[in-house]
């Protein structure tokens, strides 16, 4: 009897332990998800917070939830999982968090399809005040910016990441994709790092930047791939120190350093150099662009070993930039642009003007040098030429079209 007993409790025990340990592992999943380790350093998932990652469940609220968590966190990894889609609200992620947070992106973060649930915001994924901050990964950040597009206006930009007031920020492998205008801002930023990202929009998706630097310094963009309806790179009013290496831009509207002086304002721009990239059917390859009445300068930008192919306008400075239903008016103060190298340029011009140089009568170009340019046209049967107006440097090598520097 005695042992029929104990075999009794030792299978009520079972049991009990077996029930206790199912109505428990869901609590301790989510309050010790940060427990989970990958490389000595914690791991803080989605679902454990909530989240469904169907694509239509609204996973903001276990999106911030995972956010708090891994940002108190040394070396956190606030990870979304592969193979899942996560609708995520316009928000903003403030820091400082504790250094070396990452966000990997494996799966698919989507905002949503309707303008309206932006309501105030004008960046999907805001980081602010982020320090030593990664966010990788080889998933999709998908910004759904069609309806926006439908309707846009050129008075408010609408990003989809964009990080200000940050620094030691990487961004890496991630792909970005359709958004509403600029798809990765850097404003106020130092020591920033973009690595192997693709950014893709549509050729006819208005305003759409791939990547826009304004008042950050030490930047560096390398190996990424960018093809979008505007600028594949623009840098803006304040920035320096920046390096663009191996890109392939296309579609879009090439490379570019502006605009400036926008609205009589001023600009210091300086030290940019892009060095290897590839630019393919864009409608500008190379491109410096001012407004007439801005004051200030760009110097010291470097174009080199770059490769154009079928490119409309390859190489472009222009002090009468004008992107206004409205002509602009005639100003006398300009910003000043000078010490500008566009050396081992190679490829095809879709425009007979292959090089157009056209500065500012009151403040011209000066010290520009053309190195080894051989731009043909993309079609036989025509000649490639160049355009100057108020435009100073010197030539070095074989330049074709020939230069019209004065």
Known sequence: MGKL??????????LLDSIAAVLVRPFVEGSLAEDRRHDGRRVFNLESYGAIGDGVSDDTKAFLHAWKAACSVESAILRVTSNKT????????????KPNLSLRVDGTLIAPEDPR??????????????????LGGQGTLQARGRRWWETSCSSVNHKAVCFEESKHIKVKGVKIVNSPH???HFLHCNYVNVISVRIKAPSHSPQTDGIHLE??????????????????I????????????????????GISVGSLGKGNSGAQVHTIMVHGARINGTNNGLRIKTWQGGYGWARNIIFRNIEMIDVSNPIVI???????????PNRTSAVEISDIIFKDIVGTSRTDVAVRLVCSSHVPCKRILLSSI?????????????????????????????????
């Not at 996560?86 to 968090?97: A, D, H, M, S, V």
């Not at 999907?124 to 901050?133: A, D, H, I, S, V």
């Open 215 to 232: 008042h950050t310094m030490h930047a560096r963009i390398k190996d990424s791939v960018i093809g979008v309806g505007d600028d594949c």
């Open 86 to 97: 996560f609708l995520i609200r316009p928000k903003t992620f403030e820091g400082p968090c």
């Open 318 to 328: 222009d002090q009468y930039y004008c992107d206004s239903p409205e002509p602009c």
């Open 374 to 406: 051989s731009l043909k046209p993309s079609h036989g049967g025509r000649i490639a030429s160049s355009y100057c107006h108020n435009a100073h440097g010197q030539t070095e090598g074989a330049v074709d079209p020939p230069s019209c520097l004065s």
């Open 182 to 184: 600029f798809h990765l």
């Open 5 to 14: 007993l104990l075999g009794a409790y030792l299978l009520l025990f079972f």
């Open 234 to 253: 623009s840098v803006g009013h304040g920035s320096y120190n920046v390096t663009i290496v191996g890109l392939t831009c296309g579609p879009g509207h």
């Open 117 to 134: 649930q932006w309501k105030t915001a004008n960046s999907w994924l805001r980081f602010t005040n982020q320090k030593n901050f990664t």
